[in-house]
């Protein structure tokens, strides 16, 4: 049986990698489909960062819990109303440590056997973390034991997990810093180095999203891992996932006009963005048609941002009247399209500014701000396919170097929450059509941008007046791991498993 699931990894390895950072492999047909630790590493980076369905619809639906865009549909999506058509969290990538376990097996005694090891660490605090935000308590210390009989995990308490996962985070820089660049990577083409540094960079994001229950010791640890300088520096250290012209890694928006049609960006992302006087207007969206009668598409004013909060109909006749500005047409243009963004240098600088202004670290926090705002603007800059698109306001070094003014300028004569409501708007922006759903539990910590919630059009069962707090734990674990779940919802929520519950990283 295992020889036959390495065959299927193999066969899966070979059809999905692609040209770029889905590099396409050639294999030579007299050396043994035996697996080995690069094509499981790509593999299990695959199963990780790239989306399980490539389908323009489902890429909407996960980018509408963060409220960058509105879908104009009569019939209204969960996810733009504080539910989703699936309610539950999962610990389904937690099956992915087995592999990365024999990953680690089977490059014993390689050159590159440390930096295999630092990304087994690496991938079981990034599956950790997401997971622990989406439910609360999970199973984290015998996770990927099943080999060793544990079938039914104890769920670990939300703190001791966080614990977990810095200290996993850590061994794991320590790994990479000893180690070699290794194959098999499709994110940073197998740099040790920037693998290093990332695992630097998220101890930061995961002390910060705790911030209300850091402990004085993970204070100064983020201290010292700024003051280390061992960072991120620019965005091409960006974790994303590169799309490219190859069938099997191709943008999952590409060729989804009738998608885009009926979406637009929100009104809090088109008012940030004419606040700003900020070209990215121009790069994520159309003007409204009813606007072209009085302004043209070089104007800020012909930009109308749509509100989610309203009910699907209504928005829907509003967009066939041209009321709204929709999704730029560029997004739909071309199979190597923006990248996948996961953790960027823009937001390790955000983060870092946010932990200035709370006395965490020393430093100036002006800097930082501008570093990241200057960071994700060159991003833009940079990217492929949009000469002609953005309606002849392109993002240029001249406009970079003057963004600063106005209310872009960093209001160092304002209130603390002043500055850190610019920083929080800006690091936001980052994930704007962005399938990758992070922002949300930023906004359960911070409360910004100040997301509305109308209980006439929430489709939140549980509580339509509240934001949700988690998801469900997966359905499942009734049946496979009662004990353990009963025991975890009893401790935690008093018994009750639904969005309602406030997990203790937000108490």
């Known amino acids: 049986m295992k020889n036959l699931k390495y065959l299927l990894i193999i066969i899966i390895f070979l059809y999905t990698a692609a040209c770029s950072n889905f590099e396409e492999i050639n294999t030579n047909p007299d050396k043994s489909t035996s697996a080995t630790p690069d094509m499981l590493a790509s593999y299990t980076l695959m199963k ?17 819990f963060d409220h960058h865009v509105t879908k104009l549909t009569s019939t209204p999506d969960p996810g733009q109303y504080y539910w989703a058509y699936w309610i539950y969290g999962s610990f389904g990538n937690f099956k992915y440590l087995t592999d990365l376990n024999d990953m680690v097996q089977f490059a014993e005694g390689s050159v590159a056997e440390s930096s295999y090891k630092g990304l087994a660490l690496f991938l079981k605090a990034w599956y950790g973390f997401n997971a622990t935000l989406s439910m609360g308590d999970i199973p984290y210390s015998d996770a990927g034991k099943a080999k060793e009989g544990i079938t039914q995990p104890v769920y670990d308490k939300q703190a001791d997990v966080f614990a977990q996962i810095l200290d996993d985070l850590k061994q794991a820089e320590s790994f990479f810093a000893q180690g070699l660049d290794f194959k098999g990577d499709i994110m940073y083409d197998g740099d040790a180095g920037n693998w290093q540094k990332l695992c630097n960079a998220l101890q930061l994001k995961v002390i910060q999203t705790i911030s209300k229950k850091a402990t004085a010791e993970q204070k100064a640890r983020f201290a010292a891992i700024v003051n280390s300088g061992n960072l991120m520096t620019s965005y091409d250290d960006d974790l994303k996932l590169v799309y490219t012209e190859n069938t099997n890694a191709t943008y999952p928006f590409y060729n989804g006009n009738n998608q885009r049609l009926d979406q637009a960006p929100s009104t809090i992302t088109v008012d940030a963005l004419k606040k700003n006087n900020d070209y990215r207007l121009f790069y994520f969206a159309e003007p409204a048609a009813q606007m072209l009668e009085t302004y043209t598409a ?37 199979r190597d399209n923006d990248p996948l963004l996961y953790f960027t240098y823009a937001e390790q600088c955000f983060i870092i500014a946010e932990a200035i202004e ?83 539990y930023q906004f359960l910590r911070t409360g910004y941008p100040e997301y509305i919630l109308n209980p006439v059009t929430c489709l939140n069962q549980d509580n339509p007046n509240e934001f949700p707090k988690r998801w469900y734990y997966p359905n499942n674990e009734v049946t496979t791991n009662p004990e353990n779940y009963q025991k975890a919802i009893d401790e935690q929520f008093g018994g009750i498993d639904n969005t309602m519950q406030v997990p203790w990283y937000l108490k």
């Open 358 to 440: 709370e006395g965490w670290v020393g430093g100036n926090a002006k800097d930082y701000y501008e570093k990241g705002v200057k960071a994700q603007l060159s991003y833009y800059m940079h990217l492929p396919h949009t000469e002609g698109l953005v309606h002849g306001m392109e993002i240029t070094q001249d406009y970079i170097d003057n963004y600063f003014t106005g209310e872009a300028a960093y209001k160092t004569g304002g209130s603390k929450t002043n500055r850190l409501q610019q920083i929080w708007i800006q690091r936001w922006l980052i994930d704007f059509f962005q399938p990758n759903s992070s922002y949300y």
């Open 48 to 64: 990780t960062f790239k989306l399980s369905n490539n389908s323009p619809d489902v890429y909407t639906q996960i980018t509408l």
């Open 298 to 334: 070089t104007d800020f004013e012909a930009y109308v941002g749509a509100p989610y909060e309203m009910d699907a109909n209504t928005l829907s006749i509003n967009n066939d009247a041209g009321m709204y500005s929709i999704l730029n047409q560029r997004y739909v243009k071309f």
